[in-house]
């Protein structure tokens, strides 16, 4: 334990040298605290108010200082106009101090800017104290437009002075996802957890199989099946199919009671036409009456009795066991043979070393990174859906509770020269000066 000790004593002393000789350079860069961004719809394509909300522990007190929002691609900010924009900011809601904010800064006015895919707002006079609660509106009469693609998308925002030096900044996560609300935008309440709906298998010339993910809602009340023949299937426009256990029973008159609805997961179809293309959906009904659909898929029944071969494997990700450090890695896994990999639905810039291997570079915001990967065959078939959380600490935070503090310290201490991973900012395989001098820049960070 006194050697321990020892070693603590002299990591802490070390610290405190790379504090002085480094904290000049960067006095009072930090991350903003409590950032988050309210979004009024997820749904691709659709047009949406954000609001931001955060804490600055620096603040913007010089003139031409300024808060940078960059978005990621796919969003289109085109239509904003400075109109569009409110600030507020103050100690205790961010309520307090209203700025107003026009075309170009002036002497009493914040100036908003647009280009590409970010927006500043510019200070001209107006100070935001350090340790301010601020609140930035995007979306009156115009409307930032949400990305086609579904998917997690990241925002940053950032406080930079006149000469572009960054002061505080933070980064967030949005996610792209069908949505639903009512008449005039009001929400339609508690909406069930759609189902994941694989690709069609056992297609055969006059029949095929279908199965979807069970939904573990609580308020549960029961599925529905839709089919048609051309894209875009919905309760509206398609054929309902009786689910095996209710025969011949229409969606409202479905018994909530019977516990074989929510398994009931397995669905044979047969009575099909050879040759033709079927695309099917299912709905999730919640005991409120509200709904969610499921993806569509779709099959061509065969000319011939030959069926198709089972949906592939599950792929699979090897991944660190510990916090990823690095805001873009590199993931990557093994696939069953002559299949595409899918990772949240998107299977572009995705490689392959083998016919059995794949790999992505992809970019993580701080906090846990959801992906969604499954592989799908030449016949249009998914295989089993596969769940992987990559989480990213900021550099420093070795136990990952969203502070740098002692306990950070001593298990670096304790691991000196070893290759632990939850102290290995720089993923070089060693703790060693660089991983200090890491935890040293970020000392009392809290994020």
Same mark, same amino acid.
Request: proline share 5%; glycine share 8%.
């Given at each position: #334990?006194?050697? *321990? /000790?020892?070693?603590?004593? /002299?990591?802490? !002393?070390?610290?405190?040298?790379?504090? !002085?000789?480094?904290?000049?350079? =960067?006095?009072?860069?930090?991350?903003?605290?409590?950032?988050?961004?309210?979004?009024?719809?997820?749904?691709?394509?659709?047009?949406?108010?954000?609001? *931001?909300?955060?804490?600055?522990?620096?603040?913007?007190?010089?003139?031409?200082?300024? &808060?940078?929002?960059? *978005?990621?691609?796919?969003?289109?900010?085109?239509?904003?106009?400075? @109109?569009?924009?409110?600030?507020?900011?103050?100690?205790?809601?961010?309520?307090?101090? @209203?700025?107003?904010?026009?075309?170009?800064?002036?002497?009493?006015?914040?100036?908003?800017?647009?280009?590409? =895919?970010?927006?500043?707002?510019?200070?001209?006079?107006?100070?935001?104290?350090?340790?301010? &609660?601020?609140?930035?509106?995007?979306?009156?009469?115009?409307? &930032?437009?949400?990305?086609?693609?579904?998917? @997690?998308?990241?925002?940053?925002?950032?406080?930079?002075?006149?000469?572009?030096?960054?002061?505080?900044?933070?980064?967030?996560?949005?996610?792209?996802?069908?949505?639903?609300?009512?008449?005039?935008?009001?929400?339609?309440?508690?909406?069930?957890?759609?189902?994941?709906? =694989? *690709?069609?298998?056992?297609?055969?010339?006059?029949?095929?199989?279908?199965?979807?993910?069970?939904?573990?809602? !609580?308020?549960?009340?029961?599925?529905?099946?839709? #089919?048609?023949t051309s894209p875009g299937v919905t309760d509206l426009n398609g054929t309902f199919l009786p689910i095996p256990g209710i025969p011949g029973v229409i969606p409202d008159q479905a018994n909530p009671t019977d516990p074989t609805l929510r398994t009931q997961t397995i669905f044979n179809i047969d009575g099909l036409a050879p040759a033709r293309t079927y695309y099917f959906v299912v709905y999730v009904y919640n005991d409120q009456g509200n709904n969610a659909i499921s993806n569509e898929v779709y099959a061509t029944t065969n000319n011939s009795g030959n069926p198709w071969p089972p949906p592939p494997a599950q792929p699979t990700i090897n991944q660190r066991l510990c916090p990823i450090f690095l805001p873009t890695v590199t993931i990557d896994g093994t696939k069953p043979g002559s299949t595409t990999i899918f990772i949240n639905g998107d299977s572009e810039n995705i490689n392959y070393p083998t016919d059995l291997t794949w790999n992505k570079p992809v970019s993580l915001g701080l906090g846990a990174n959801l992906f969604l990967i499954f592989a799908r065959d030449s016949y249009g078939q998914n295989s089993p859906f596969l769940t992987a959380t990559v989480n990213r600490c900021e550099v420093g935070d070795a136990n990952c509770n969203a502070v740098i503090d002692d306990f950070d310290l001593a298990g670096l201490a304790g691991h000196w020269e070893t290759n632990w991973c939850y102290a290995d900012f720089n993923e070089d395989g060693i703790v060693d000066d660089f991983d200090l001098s890491g935890l040293a820049a970020h000392w009392d960070s809290v994020y």
């Open positions: #334990m006194r050697i *321990f /000790w020892q070693q603590k004593q /002299w990591i802490r !002393f070390g610290l405190f040298l790379i504090l !002085f000789f480094l904290l000049p350079y =960067n006095l009072q860069a930090a991350n903003l605290h409590t950032l988050s961004d309210r979004v009024s719809r997820h749904a691709p394509a659709i047009p949406s108010d954000h609001v *931001f909300t955060f804490t600055t522990p620096s603040g913007l007190t010089g003139a031409g200082d300024y &808060i940078r929002i960059s *978005f990621d691609g796919g969003f289109d900010l085109s239509a904003i106009i400075y @109109s569009d924009v409110t600030l507020t900011h103050g100690s205790v809601t961010g309520q307090e101090i @209203s700025e107003t904010v026009v075309a170009d800064p002036t002497a009493v006015n914040w100036g908003l800017s647009r280009s590409g =895919n970010h927006i500043d707002l510019i200070r001209s006079t107006g100070d935001i104290a350090p340790n301010d &609660i601020v609140i930035i509106s995007i979306g009156a009469a115009h409307k &930032i437009v949400n990305p086609l693609a579904l998917g @997690s998308k990241i925002i940053s925002l950032a406080l930079y002075d006149i000469a572009d030096n960054l002061i505080d900044s933070g980064r967030l996560a949005v996610p792209i996802a069908d949505d639903q609300v009512g008449v005039n935008g009001a929400p339609l309440g508690t909406l069930p957890t759609p189902v994941i709906l =694989n *690709f069609p298998y056992n297609v055969l010339t006059n029949s095929l199989d279908l199965d979807w993910s069970e939904n573990l809602d !609580f308020n549960f009340h029961r599925y529905v099946l839709y #089919m048609g």
